[in-house]
């Protein structure tokens, strides 16, 4: 049994508070070929300078130190690619770092940048994330992605990452799905929502007008999880600008406060040892004491079927901004959705849900723009943009393109940056005639988390419009 | 292009000897468009990379002797004293004491269970196992944490008893030198190479 002290837990505490001014992302895709990675960042840096009607050059006099999300050399095959990147944009002799945790890359990125604030350090940041993940095969792709897993005991069996999650989503499926077909269906329900919204979003790779029955038929990947349960393989970049609040209003009259909290876990999932559950605000000690007997199989933790790190990133996070209860003081969340059998542990890990109820998000209607059954504003809609599932995981941009527009719907902007027809054009993409406006109206605060692996590392951003705070809780 | 020479590495007085070619370089290609316009080019490679087993080095060289090695904390003062690390883990990742190490292979042999499986056709770039791989992550009486491995018998499911084999007679050294069989099976019908240790 594992067990944290209370230094381990203390609530983290900003020496200032730190806001989102802007963010931007490029077009995503299977692949690019017409454009260097630098180009593609730069694509998403004019969209954040644009977004609040300053010119690159203009924006960049702000910027004091820069933190660069790149999940893998290997990918990029460009050791120090950061200090091409940082040239290309012109912000020589500014310090700057790269930061890598896996899927959770564009999340830890921004978590440096938030400190660096925080701290008093820069008054102005760029965290600036991309992936290009196009120059080899997929099954090389695949290769590379099991080395981020442990090189002598897990990446020689099979070289293929997905092995090494499926083993949790099986377990998952088992104890808390019961091998049910409601279940698999609710999974699928899952995947054909964030296609179908990635039909909105111009930058998005992977839209589909797809039905439950078209995700249940899709080729076996590894039993439960089917080809559509799984996120896509992306290139392309995404940026935030981070600042004090005296800068912050310098640049735009509208800025968004941020926290950014971090948790961790082993990289071997076999690693792993018992330990009571870390509660969350909305959670009481006694609730999980019959766990094991409602769910057989299902009263080790974190086992195979939770996410310590998730679960840690959302301990430290919702007590520094206030959140109690994530479904009645959040508006819109975008959550990791690798596969969407791990979006549903998500659910259960960050407090959307208790443990071993994760389903119920999806079976309500809650995480949808619009309940499907009662035509109702969804209380709580996930990954509006389409998610990792239907937009996009070009692993180093992937937490902070879901922070960004996270950050447009509080803003009242997500139509603006979704609708336009010339972005639809300048992508080559077809705008769908049932285009939607997924706005949230009235979104006043929201959550992205960031995910590595079979949960190394997670982060949990979350923004807050300055007229809408919450009280912080340290209990 | 030859790879007969391909390297090998010995290390003596605590040095590496090399012995061989470790990289073979291959010419570009341009890659261009339907157009015949210039888009970028290939970048072969071919290396050999050296990679120390460190503290975990009585592992691997166990499989090939039929044993399966765990490590133990035995400082008194921690509170996973006594815990058994499969994975081996070199240093007990409470105190950062060193383990002492265990032999595990007469428990996995007596009480192995899968904890949980997956199958997949899947596989990423430099697989060697043959497809399907039937992934198992085993656990052991009185052992906290859980092994990934693979099952070359049969089909696994959460609950069913297992045991190991090894790759006694070819080792490579690696962690498919272990693979897990149903409990009961016959010498005959395990994958040539393979012994119960
Ligand atoms: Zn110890």
Redesign the interface.
């Known amino acids: 049994m594992i067990k944290f002290s209370d230094k381990q837990l203390k609530i983290p505490q900003m020496q200032r508070p730190v806001f989102l001014v802007t963010g931007g992302m490029s077009k995503f895709d299977r692949s690019i070929p017409e454009k260097r990675t630098e180009e593609l960042v730069i694509d998403s840096f004019v969209e954040a300078a644009e977004f609040i009607n300053k010119t690159p050059a203009e924006l960049k006099e702000y910027i004091h130190s820069c933190y660069y999300g790149h999940f893998a050399d290997h990918f990029g095959d460009q050791l120090l690619g950061e200090a091409v990147i940082h040239d290309r944009l012109g912000l020589d002799p500014l310090g700057n770092v790269g930061i890598k945790t896996g899927g959770a890359t564009g999340g830890s990125t921004l978590w440096e940048a938030f400190k660096a604030v925080a701290s008093g350090y820069s008054d102005c940041v760029l965290a600036m994330g991309w992936e290009r993940m196009d120059e080899v095969p997929t099954d090389e792709g695949n290769n590379y992605i099991a080395s981020a897993a442990d090189k002598d005991w897990e990446t020689p069996l099979g070289h293929i990452y997905t092995g090494y999650y499926a083993v949790m989503a099986q377990k998952y499926w088992q104890v808390f799905g019961k091998e049910e077909e409601s279940f698999r269906h609710t999974m699928a329900e899952i995947a054909v929502k964030n296609r179908g919204y990635a039909r909105m979003n111009p930058h998005a790779q992977g839209p589909m007008d797809i039905t439950v029955e078209d995700v249940l038929n899709s080729p076996v990947v590894a039993y439960p999880l089917r080809a559509l349960d799984c996120c896509l393989m992306s290139v392309g970049a995404s940026c935030a600008i981070l600042c004090d609040e005296k800068t912050a209003y310098e640049l735009t009259d509208n800025p968004l406060i941020i926290y950014v909290s971090a948790g961790s876990h082993t990289l071997r999932v076999a690693d792993r040892r018992d330990m009571d559950i870390p509660l969350l605000p909305n959670e009481s000690p006694d609730q999980y004491k019959d766990l094991g007997e409602r769910f057989p199989g299902g009263d080790r933790y974190p086992g195979f079927t939770s996410f310590l790190a998730a679960r840690m990133a959302a301990y430290y996070g919702y007590r520094m901004a206030g959140v109690v209860d994530p479904t009645e003081d959040l508006d819109l969340v975008e959550l990791h959705d690798a596969f969407t059998i791990s979006d549903i542990q998500t659910y259960e890990d960050i407090g959307i849900r208790p443990y071993g109820e994760g389903r119920t998000y999806v079976e309500s209607g809650d995480c949808y723009h619009t309940n499907p059954h009662t035509g109702e504003p969804g209380k709580l809609p996930s990954n509006l943009c389409g998610g990792l599932i239907g937009c996009m995981h070009a692993v180093g941009a992937t937490g902070i393109m879901q922070t960004v527009e996270v950050g447009q719907h509080i803003w009242g902007r997500w139509a603006e940056m979704h609708e336009d027809q010339s972005k639809w054009d300048r992508f080559g993409r077809t705008k769908p005639d049932d285009w939607t406006n997924l706005q949230v109206e009235g979104a006043k605060r929201g959550l992205a988390i960031s995910h590595a692996g079979v949960g190394s590392h997670v982060t949990a951003t979350i923004l807050v419009h300055p007229d809408h705070q919450l009280e912080r809780n340290e209990s | 292009m030859s790879t007969a020479k391909r390297g090998k590495v010995r290390v003596e007085r605590g040095r590496y000897r090399l012995d061989g070619q470790f990289h073979f370089p291959y010419p570009n290609d341009p ?1 261009r ?1 339907e157009d015949g316009v210039l ?2 080019i290939t ?1 072969p490679r071919d290396l050999t990379h050296i ?1 120390m ?1 460190g503290g ?1 080095a009585p592992f ?1 060289e166990g499989l090939g002797q039929g044993k399966l090695l765990g490590t133990r904390c035995d400082n008194q003062n921690c ?1 996973a004293n006594g ?1 058994i ?3 081996f ?1 070199i240093h007990c ?1 409470d105190c950062l004491g060193k383990n002492t190490i265990v032999d595990m292979t007469e428990t996995a042999q007596k009480g192995a269970t899968v ?15 043959p497809k399907p ?1 039937r ?1 198992v ?1 085993v656990e052991f009486e009185g052992v ?7 099952l070359s018998v049969g089909e696994p499911e ?1 609950g069913m008893k297992v045991v190991p084999i090894f790759n006694t007679t070819k080792p490579s050294y ?3 030198d272990l693979s897990w069989v149903p409990e009961g099976t016959n010498e005959s019908d395990i994958p040539e190479g393979f012994t119960f240790g």
Do not use: C, K, Q, V
Request: cysteine-free.
């Open positions: 890659i468009n888009m970028g970048n990679h087993y975990e691997f509170d815990s690390f499969i994975p883990r990742p904890h949980t499986f997956m199958i997949t056709e899947r596989t990423g770039a430099f697989n060697t196992l791989i992934f992550n906290p944490t859980i092994l990934m491995g693979y959460i690696t962690i498919l």
